[in-house]
């Protein structure tokens, strides 16, 4: 297929040619009928399973609502304005699952989910819908309050691996990216949420991105938590941000939002099921910019569930892997509750190392 130049698309005024695209969803000029579907899905369905060659799917400018599973390796989906061509879904935790029972939980309400290898996405927004915020507003009691607000944007699931993105917009509230295995990698892009909605056992190293954290429902002094990380002890790197921003929406208090709290997820092993003690959580901030809603000691406890079923175990900061180098800001601050790199250790950030020798092709 015809090589693209990907860094061009978003300056292009009209729809590439065909015969740089092996898909395209809805309408565009000049797209020939036979490459023309009318959902993501639908074009998906075309894509070889071996994935020998990239599979170039163009998203004109829209809003795709609908549920986007990438099952097969080297999909390429290619928006053609990041802001202006939108996947959206409204999943949430506590929604009932189509077939009734039990709440579909949170590894379910994905607007898109990855599980397959080589994904790329660049030029587009993926948003969960869901209205977190009228729920959040509600007080505890209330009839239409419901429980399970988790809604989750991007998912990279366990058979993922060398997802890339560029240029994406990432909208949720409470864990917009779930980071649940392989490597990721995101690059000028910007990631929206306010509680631990940035989290999971994945490694994604994040260069040169906007993290907004959002508002709350209703005032508070605790908004959230930019990660929470579950990385497994014997990986080094977990979520790593260099050259990034944390900033803030409208609405965001100064001092409410800690960089991040330690996630040991509740695990069955052969003598019970309880906190996962080797989810020994990393995340690392490099030459970042800090706007004034991180908290003073940077970083927040959080509790698991203990071998007798409670809630009872805290883990600490302290206890897992969490560090600064050369933060700056009004949120940047050096005490004891926010460690430091040495540059030697810092050194040991780079980009072939976090990805394990991968070099994302974006």
Excluded at 71 to 78: A, C, E, F, G, T
Excluded at 206 to 226: A, L, M
Excluded at 307 to 322: E, I, Y
Aim: aromatic share 10%; glycine share 8%.
């Amino acid at each position: 297929m015809v090589a693209l130049v990907l860094s061009a698309l978003a300056a292009c005024a009209e729809a590439p040619k065909q015969q740089e695209f092996d898909a395209v969803v809805g309408t565009a000029p000049g797209q020939s009928p036979e490459h023309t579907y009318s959902t993501i899905t639908a074009a998906l369905a075309a894509a070889s399973e071996q994935g020998e060659a990239p599979f170039v799917i163009y998203l004109p400018e829209g809003h795709y609502r609908e549920k986007v599973l990438i099952s097969k390796p080297n999909v390429h989906l290619i928006g053609a304005d990041r802001d202006k061509t939108v996947i959206s879904y409204g999943d949430y935790a506590g929604k009932p699952a189509p077939e009734g029972g039990e709440p579909m939980g949170t590894f379910a309400t994905a607007t898109l989910t990855v599980e397959a290898t080589d994904f790329r996405a660049e030029n587009l927004t993926i948003e969960n819908s869901f209205d977190f915020l009228s729920q959040d507003a509600l007080p505890k009691g209330h009839p239409d309050k419901v429980h399970g607000t988790q809604a989750v944007a991007l998912e990279t699931g366990l058979n993922s691996d060398r997802s890339a993105f560029r240029n994406v917009r990432l909208l949720g509230y409470q864990d917009t990216l779930f980071l649940q295995s392989g490597r990721s990698y995101f690059v000028d892009s910007v990631i929206e949420g306010n509680v631990d909605f940035i989290f999971g056992a994945g490694q994604g190293l994040f260069e040169n991105s906007d993290i907004v954290t959002r508002p709350r429902g209703t005032e508070r002094e605790n908004v959230g938590y930019v990660t929470a990380p579950s990385t497994n002890i014997a990986n080094e790197f977990g979520l790593v941000f260099l050259n990034c921003q944390l900033l803030k929406a409208d609405g965001v208090p100064a001092n409410s939002s800690p960089l991040g709290r330690p996630w040991h997820p509740t695990t069955t092993f052969p003598d019970g099921r309880y906190a996962d003690p080797e989810a020994i959580g990393s995340a690392v901030f490099i030459n970042s910019y800090l706007d004034d809603h991180i908290t003073t000691d940077g970083w927040a406890s959080m509790r698991g569930t203990s071998r007798d079923g409670t809630k009872s175990t805290v883990f600490t900061p302290q206890d897992s892997r969490f560090y600064e180098y050369q933060s700056r800001g009004p949120g940047a601050a050096q005490n004891d509750q926010r460690r430091q790199l040495t540059e030697e250790q810092a050194e040991r950030y780079s980009r072939k190392r976090i990805l394990a020798g991968w070099e994302p092709a974006l």
